[in-house]
């Protein structure tokens, strides 16, 4: 099985969640199929419901069971898509702490994301030892939606994703894989509500045994309340604008000799791995299986991070540029600083290391922001969410597919490094002050401005070409101010703000 990662709220869930052994198939001889609307939008969820019965001992079991869904789209395609076992619950709050309580009886559902507009068709068969029933056909129709639909490749441009419409998607958003222990999804109203104020789009979750994982030590068995906590979860999520990495398997679960359940995904959603502290995988990554390439590292693990993490604006296009010559999406899946590095988090008050991750993954050609891992213990309790919002800003109407964009460092002056993205018709500049990092931050280091640095682009096109640049604040957003410039010898020199940490640029032809 491939861990099913990256899309905007899933169509069709793993078995809900409790552990259940055995209550089962379909109540009646009669299959009756309630429905959740007669007319759904493109991309929004139509759910089928079927009453359970008591009379089997293991609704997760397909030998004893298996309800399956059969959709005709308007165009003739045939779509089959498995049922699930499902229990509803009431959900209280106290404080910080989330208590479910089992609400009704356990059902057979199943969920089906349209994606053709137009009438489709649908039967529903259950199938136990007894033989096999099949519901009458019903129908629903899908209309437009303004949605994008699901993610994908660039077709245009294969280091970066897009959906369905051709609309470029960049990933900005951190990892928020568990919740704390007895706070349940109350940590997520929290969590999702700053990201997206913060305009954040981007959001990974683990399903580990101690928090969103369905399985229980017994294969087959299945927890109903944790498949409840995903759904609100990745419901939330949708309706915060935020697309979700889920993580099938925690950390070497999935291990040679022990059996492992199998996907089935009629949606086709993207699909990656990881590896851990740097580790590379040519052959990995050269599997078309894999989508997107990634790569993890934090200071320290190993002796080359401890010395390279200390700039994190070094650090991470030195290994993303290794997994974006693949040709596919490069992300930088985790980073920070390592729990050996506990002693310097409080002093990092502001994220210095969060900050001088997340412009240079994207500015060097990832598909996305670096993504910091410690969610619950300095982004969230240090409110570090404001760093994500000034590049949200910045990077928002950006054509990312369109451009053709190379990366490149341009020549800077002397204490000034430069990430370049360049364009057909847009340049894009993040310039930093190299004395500006978290560890010269942490261990008290002075760092003096540079004043009347320059850095100069190539391939300006004919002398006297005028060009409009856009100096942006990476701390609080916004345009600084906009001058013009003109090419001399196929060359733009351009003099930086006095520059303390950091400053970005778009740099556009004049029309």
Not at 78 to 91: A, E, H, K, L, S
Not at 126 to 139: F, I, L, N, Y
Not at 143 to 165: C, I, M, N, Q, T
Not at 240 to 251: D, E, H, P, R, T
Request: charged share 25%.
């Amino acid at each position: 099985m491939r861990p099913l990662l990256l899309a905007a709220w899933l169509g069709a869930l793993a078995p809900a969640a409790t552990v259940v052994r055995g209550q089962p198939a379909v109540a009646t001889t009669t299959i009756a199929v309630g429905q959740s609307a007669e007319t759904v939008t493109r991309g929004a969820l139509l759910e089928l419901t079927l009453p359970a019965a008591t009379s089997l001992t293991a609704p997760f079991d397909p030998n004893e069971i298996a309800v399956d869904a059969h959709f005709v789209s308007p165009s003739g395609k045939t779509i089959g898509v498995p049922g699930f076992y499902f229990q509803d619950y009431d959900r209280v709050v106290t404080g910080e702490t989330e208590q479910l309580t089992p609400k009704g009886t356990p059902v057979w559902k199943v969920r089906f994301a349209p994606t053709e507009e137009g009438r489709h068709t649908f039967t529903v068969t259950v199938k136990d030892r007894a033989g096999a029933q099949t519901s009458p056909e019903g129908a629903f129709v899908c209309e437009p939606a303004a949605s994008h639909g699901y993610l994908r490749v660039s077709k245009s441009d294969p280091h970066y994703f897009e959906f369905d419409d051709g609309t470029p998607y960049l990933a900005i958003g951190h990892n928020v894989c568990w919740y704390k222990k007895g706070h349940g999804t109350t940590d997520y109203d929290r969590w999702f509500g700053r990201m997206a104020e913060n305009e954040e789009n981007y959001a990974r979750l683990w399903m580990p045994e101690w928090a969103f994982g369905l399985e229980t030590e017994r294969l087959g068995e299945y927890r109903l309340d944790r498949a409840w906590q995903l759904d609100y979860v990745l419901r939330l999520a949708e309706s915060k604008g935020i697309y979700v990495k889920l993580c099938l398997s925690a950390w070497r679960r999935f291990e040679a000799g022990k059996a492992n359940p199998k996907s089935i995904d009629p949606w086709r959603h993207l699909t990656t791995t990881s590896l851990g502290s740097c580790d590379f995988d040519d052959a990995l990554w050269h599997l078309p299986e894999m989508d997107w390439a990634q790569m993890h590292g934090y200071y320290f693990f190993n002796e080359a991070m401890k010395r390279d993490a200390k700039d994190m604006a070094y650090f991470i296009p030195h290994w993303q540029d290794k997994i974006r010559a693949f040709g596919k999406p490069a992300m930088f899946a985790e980073f920070g600083l390592s729990q050996h590095a506990k002693e310097w988090w409080p002093k990092d008050t502001g994220g210095v290391n969060l900050h001088t991750g997340i412009w240079p993954a994207i500015m060097s050609g990832g598909c996305g922001t670096a993504m910091l891992w410690w969610w619950d213990n300095q982004i969230d309790p240090m409110d570090q969410y404001w760093n994500f919002k000034p590049l949200a800003q910045f990077t928002r109407d950006v054509p990312w597919t369109k451009q053709g964009f190379m990366p490149d460092t341009p020549e800077c002056s002397s204490g000034l490094k430069a990430f370049l993205l360049e364009g057909t018709d847009l340049r894009l500049l993040w310039i930093y002050n190299q004395a500006y990092t978290w560890w010269n931050v942490v261990n008290g280091a002075k760092i003096d401005p540079i004043k009347g640095g320059q850095l100069t682009l190539d391939r300006m096109g004919a002398d006297k070409t005028r060009y409009v640049v856009e100096w942006w604040d990476t701390y609080k957003g916004g345009v600084i101010k906009t001058e013009e410039v003109q090419a001399a010898h196929g060359q733009v020199i351009l003099t930086v703000p006095d520059l303390a940490n950091d400053i970005a640029a778009k740099v556009r032809k004049r029309r």
